[in-house]
């Protein structure tokens, strides 16, 4: 009694039983910190949006979606500050930790997740502040808009043209994380919609332009890294049961192409310059709206089934699922599929896809506490994997 655990375990001849193994969520060090943790933080964003966008709405939802959207804010604001402290306290993994995927592994990919986090930060502020506040954070919302599309597509050209010239990658190791990178501009189309929401035409017609061809570009990119995900499902074997949670991540392109799609469709009456090829901007919106309509009910069955492929594996590798960061891939691509739904739902005036969508919309409320609580007590037990 009363000696330590070092001294008594030298005394009886045994070596000292090793600590529990810690992982990217472990608190005892700032150096822990990556940026994987920042897809808790899109998780919770993006439940925040789907909120307030469910259609049918029991009283105190909206009241619920900004309590989540505060505890983002909060849990967004603790995560700058441990990663700010990781870098200082460690300059050189400033670059390493968005360049060297050798030495990270696979992080430099997870960046995408701090770009996808600001992005829904910006459209709870539009969706949750901007009716509750004056006009000078609709002027606001509109400059950071622009902010926020100049940086993430500065670094989605550096990121990718690092890594094509820096690093070669097998194909057996390709996971869905390597779409991370192009997120933030498959998110900036839903976040154009919403912002020009509030905007007079002169100032919400460059907007939804530059909507349409972020998402474009952010789709294009996608279209090559799925024949690259699908070749490595055909040629080697799907990942490991504990990372199977991140096969939910290719749901999310998809998804939230078809979410801006429709959205910016609709909102064509309001977008498209006037005149709009030497026609007042009414005659080519309604056109370009059922286009949209049609686009988007083409590519959401796509959606649907990389969610029923990612589920099945799930499934018969959940007896050896644990908590880890990759619990968070359950959360914010099935957001974008709830969302691309909901677009669904209102341009089709159908209340069974309504109906749906408010019950997925409850699951993902369900899920979201489950892995915090599941996450919470890993970190606590020092058991997260």
Request: hydrophobic letters at 50%; aromatic letters at 14%.
């Amino acid at each position: 009694m009363g000696q330590s655990t070092e001294s008594s375990s030298s005394s009886d001849g045994h070596e000292p039983e090793p600590e529990p193994s810690r992982s990217n969520y472990g608190f005892h060090s700032f150096r822990d910190f990556t940026w994987h943790q920042f897809t808790g933080t899109m998780s919770t964003g993006s439940l925040a949006v789907v909120l307030y966008q469910t259609p049918y709405k029991f009283p105190g939802v909206v009241t619920l979606g900004k309590v989540i959207f505060i505890i983002d804010l909060v849990f967004f604001a603790l995560l700058c500050i441990c990663i700010s402290l990781r870098f200082y306290i460690r300059p050189r993994l400033i670059v390493k930790s968005v360049y060297d995927s050798h030495q990270s592994h696979d992080e430099p990919f997870y960046l995408g997740a701090f770009g996808v986090s600001v992005a829904l930060i910006l459209e709870n502020i539009a969706q949750y502040g901007v009716p509750e506040s004056g006009p000078w954070l609709i002027r606001a919302c509109e400059v950071l808009f622009w902010l926020y599309f100049g940086c993430i597509l500065v670094v989605a050209v550096l990121q990718y043209q690092t890594l094509f010239v820096t690093r070669k990658f097998n194909i057996d190791s390709m996971t869905p994380s390597w779409l991370l990178p192009i997120y933030p501009l498959l998110i900036t189309g839903s976040l154009a919609s919403v912002v020009m929401g509030h905007l007079p035409r002169g100032s919400a017609s460059p907007i939804w332009i530059c909507g349409v061809a972020s998402q474009g570009l952010g789709w294009m990119v996608t279209i090559l890294m799925y024949a690259m995900w699908a070749i490595r499902l055909l040629c080697e074997e799907i990942p490991a049961p504990a990372m199977r949670p991140s096969m939910y991540v290719a749901v999310g392109p998809t998804a939230y192409t078809v979410t801006a799609i429709v959205s910016l469709g609709a909102s064509a009456s309001k977008g498209l310059p006037d005149p709009f090829l030497g026609a007042p901007p009414a005659a080519a919106a309604a056109t370009i709206h059922a286009v949209a309509v049609i686009a988007g009910t083409f590519l959401w069955l796509f959606a649907f089934w990389f969610f029923a492929l990612s589920t099945v594996a799930v499934v018969l590798g959940s007896r050896k699922l644990a908590p880890n960061y990759t619990w968070w891939s359950f959360i914010y691509p099935n957001v974008g599929l709830t969302l691309a739904t909901i677009q669904m739902g209102k341009a089709y005036d159908s209340p069974a896809i309504n109906y749906l969508c408010s019950v997925m919309t409850a699951a993902l409320f369900l899920g979201w506490l489950f892995i915090c609580a599941s996450l919470l007590n890993a970190v606590r037990r020092g058991r997260l994997g």
